[in-house]
T-cell receptor
Framework: EAGVAQSPRYKIIEKRQSVAFWCNPISGHATLYWYQQILGQGPKLLIQFQNNGVVDDSQLPKDRFSAERLKGVDSTLKIQPAKLEDSAVYLC????????????FGQGTRLTVV | ELKVEQNPLFLSMQEGKNYTIYCNYSTTSDRLYWYRQDPGKSLESLFVLLSNGAVKQEGRLMASLDTKARLSTLHITAAVHDLSATYFCAVDMTYSGGGADGLTFGKGTHLIIQP
């Protein structure tokens, strides 16, 4: 079974530029999550999708971050404009969507904002 | 706001020794997860604990959950170098309602096992 795919693996941008990350979840998984992991910390949930609808985006900085999951499969996370403090690994995870099921994580995209 | 605290945050131990990592959380939840992360890698699921008193074991690792105390433990028996990694516990936010079940993670325990 193929895992959660993310691209790119690494990205370096200057502050105030924009950037986008892509995620392809495990086939059949209805729920998709984006997490931000700052160096030395645990991942922090940014947004959760159930199919193509947003379930929870309470921790997403909506003034600069946006995410979409058109057609309920792939998802993109965008930052515009980026700040230095956005430097982190952005992890995508997916699950079947039923309660009590575990989430599987992708390899992540390491973003460095200079 | 759900808070998850792990201790210790750093642990250096010798091979063959036993040790326990503790995970406390602040609000009601019946679901707790343990993940392993190697440097530069993603998160690998170790255990899913779904009820009070749940105990799961895999090799030298054993995890337990006490929902009344809001405490989970990850016990390492006769540690080996290959277990060196960062271990995270995470609690889901199902009780926030609306179908949201994203995870709140602890800060992680950075474990180094020396030969």
């Amino acid at each position: 079974e193929a895992g959660v795919a993310q691209s790119p693996r690494y990205k370096i941008i200057e502050k105030r530029q924009s950037v986008a990350f892509w995620c392809n979840p495990i086939s059949g998984h209805a729920t998709l999550y984006w997490y931000q992991q700052i160096l030395g910390q645990g991942p922090k949930l940014l947004i959760q999708f159930q199919n193509n609808g947003v379930v929870d985006d309470s921790q997403l900085p909506k003034d600069r971050f946006s995410a979409e999951r058109l057609k309920g499969v792939d998802s993109t996370l965008k930052i515009q404009p980026a700040k230095l403090e956005d430097s982190a690994v952005y992890l995508c995870a997916s699950s079947w969507g039923l309660l009590n099921t575990e989430a599987f994580f992708g390899q992540g995209t390491r973003l460095t904002v200079v | 706001e759900l808070k998850v605290e792990q201790n210790p945050l750093f642990l250096s131990m010798q091979e063959g020794k036993n040790y326990t990592i503790y995970c406390n959380y602040s609000t009601t939840s019946d679901r707790l997860y343990w993940y392993r992360q190697d440097p530069g890698k993603s998160l690998e699921s170790l255990f899913v604990l779904l009820s009070n008193g749940a105990v799961k074991q895999e090799g030298r690792l054993m995890a337990s959950l006490d929902t009344k105390a809001r405490l989970s433990t990850l016990h390492i028996t006769a540690a080996v170098h290959d277990l060196s990694a960062t271990y995270f516990c995470a609690v889901d936010m199902t009780y926030s309602g609306g179908g949201a079940d994203g995870l709140t993670f602890g800060k992680g325990t950075h474990l180094i096992i020396q030969p």
